[in-house]
């Protein structure tokens, strides 16, 4: 029971804690009286009779379940086996194991040697320096200079109801999310089915934490009762924080904007949940650009921890920390982003999933290239987050970026052309099945490698096969190199932001600790001298930012920039 609890990590109730020995006993509401006889019933019983052995060294060790101990090398041999391995972050897991299996097996002392040598093992990982890095750059987010004086703790009691507009799968999990937190939400959208349709989804999410033990059935209605739903843009007259979540068209967004402005009261804070438009641009539809700002939240926005917080131009610090309160009490990892096409995140993945598409274009199997990435310790390769995300909205927005968001080849059209969308029509860069992963397992399909080929043809791209090493360099590389821009260019603020970006919005491994910090785990000359490399074989677009090169001139790490 407890190698189970350790690995997993799970939480038990106290009576299954009893049940496991974990416990001696659960008391009442007088905890000191309760102490006070079970002291007295221990001391009354110094030998076998008493209820266990209260010196941990006396205690014998157990397997449980009328396991003999002679078994353990084969119950540690299936617990190593059901952990990831060493290389994708199952290093500590792994060294917990041998931990269990030394108290069992040697006697106490020695055993407390052992547990102690693993420890430090663990201490000077490159996995634990990593996830220590994670864990104080997320303490760092919230620190900005600029905002110190505009801080106000009680911002979050003055609000009475936040308005989101649109009704849609983002719409609708950003209203979750302040329901969640217990803010009151009214969301305005005039199309009916959008409406039924979030209507369901709010309650099933409700309902399915009823089921999950979460919250109680009356504390789910009092929540799904707490989102309002309307076509009646008026509504929104009395919200302190507006959120729109409509259509990624900036016509659109200007448009919205525009109306809100007419509406929300004086004072009433506006985002924008775009994740690549311009947020002046959007502001300057309106009469009070101060109050206007980019609140990026990730698909499903009640689940996923990252928010992304973009200032533009003539946001103001209270409007900004305002923010930072709305981050903190939906419980998001707010990270400052600049005013960028991308903002952090999209503009790196931009980079990512453009070697992705080089590597296939050059005849690497896109289930190659997604199967090296996932070797890394991502969840999910580049071109099946595409599907999932959508093929049409990745077009949309390399349309968007320009010449710089050209393709040399244009599988992408091909592919949206023939009705390829992604995981929602059941095709894309991968085929799905319903049978298989409930259509969410992507699977390998010989005709789009055939389209790969004929367009780069058509193209004139050379064939060129990569090896595993070298999909993995041109990947996170792209992701490092256009970070050090970022830095440069002030939109990210630390590199540390950077890298709670890419581990809790893009599934970055977090035993690798985020792009930033990666990059000094193999050494910043060697990323820059390989960029320079790929720089000389592909182009221009890998040229190294003036801060990478600075960095590995000074043998400086990057996550500390």
Do not use: C
Not at 10 to 33: C, K, M, N, P, Y
Not at 277 to 285: F, G, R, T
Not at 439 to 447: H, K, L, T, V, W
């Amino acid at each position: 029971a407890a190698l189970e609890l350790m690995l997993k990590g799970s939480s038990v109730s106290a009576e299954r804690a009893v049940e496991l020995g974990v416990l001696d006993e659960i008391t009442g509401e007088d905890l000191v009286q309760a102490a006070s006889e079970f002291a007295r019933r221990v001391a009354d019983h110094p030998t076998a009779e008493a209820p266990r052995k209260r010196r941990i060294s006396a205690r014998e060790a157990f397997i449980g379940d009328g396991v003999p101990k002679v078994a353990l090398p084969y119950v540690a041999a299936q617990a190593h086996k059901m952990m990831p391995p060493e290389a994708k972050g199952g290093l500590a897991a792994h060294k917990l194991v041998d931990a269990v299996q030394a108290a069992v097996e040697m006697p106490f002392a020695l055993g407390l040697a052992r547990e102690a040598r693993l420890f430090e093992e663990l201490v000077r990982s490159k996995p634990s320096l990593a996830l220590r890095h994670v864990f104080f750059a997320e303490r760092e987010l919230s620190k900005i200079p600029s905002l110190d004086s505009a801080r106000d703790d009680k911002t979050l009691e003055v609000i009475e109801r936040v308005g989101v507009v649109g009704a849609g799968t983002m719409g609708s999990g950003i209203a979750i999310a302040f329901a969640q937190a217990g803010i009151p939400v009214t969301v305005v959208d005039t199309n009916d089915e959008a409406v039924d349709k979030a209507r369901q989804t709010v309650m099933g999410m409700f309902m399915y934490r009823v089921q999950k033990g979460k919250l109680t059935q009356e504390e789910a209605w009092k929540r799904a009762r707490s989102i309002a739903f309307t076509d009646d843009w008026n509504e929104l007259a009395g919200a302190d924080l507006v959120i729109e979540a409509v259509f990624e068209d900036l016509d659109v967004k200007r448009e919205v904007f525009a109306k809100l402005d007419s509406i929300a009261k004086p004072g009433a804070i506006l985002a924008t949940n775009t994740s690549t438009l311009d947020v002046d641009a959007i502001a300057a539809a309106t009469s009070r650009p101060e109050l206007v700002l980019g609140l990026h939240f990730f698909v499903p926005a009640n689940i996923m921890p990252l928010l992304e917080i973009v200032r533009g131009a003539k946001t103001s610090p209270e409007a900004l920390a305002f923010a930072f309160a709305v981050g903190k009490a939906l419980r998001k990892k707010a990270v400052l982003s600049g005013n960028a096409f991308g903002f952090i995140g999209n503009r790196m993945i931009f980079d990512y999933l453009r070697e992705a598409m080089a590597l296939a274009e050059e005849g690497n199997a896109p289930a190659r290239v997604d199967a090296v990435i996932r070797d890394f310790g991502f969840p999910m390769g580049p071109f099946a987050m595409s599907d999932l995300s959508g093929l049409d909205v990745g077009r949309q927005i390399a349309r968007a970026r320009g010449d710089e968001g050209k393709s040399r080849s244009d599988v992408l059209g091909r592919l949206v052309e023939m009705g390829r969308l992604g995981q929602k029509s059941m095709a894309g860069f991968f085929k799905y099945d319903k049978s298989i992963g409930k259509g969410r397992e992507p699977i390998a399909d010989p005709m789009v490698e055939d389209i790969f080929a004929g367009e780069a043809r058509a193209a004139g791209i050379l064939p060129r096969h990569a090896d595993d090493l070298e999909i993995r360099e041109r990947l996170l590389y792209a992701l490092v190199n256009r970070g050090a821009y970022l830095l440069e260019e002030g939109i990210a603020l630390r590199p540390g932001d950077i890298d709670i970006v890419y581990v809790y919005g893009y599934g970055f491994p977090p035993h690798h600790g985020g792009p930033m910090w990666y990059a000094g785990e193999v050494g910043v000359d060697r990323v820059y001298a390989r960029i320079r490399d790929f720089e000389r074989e592909f182009g221009a677009h890998w040229k190294p930012s003036a801060l990478l090169a600075k960095m590995a001139s000074f043998d400086k790490e990057l996550a500390h920039a």
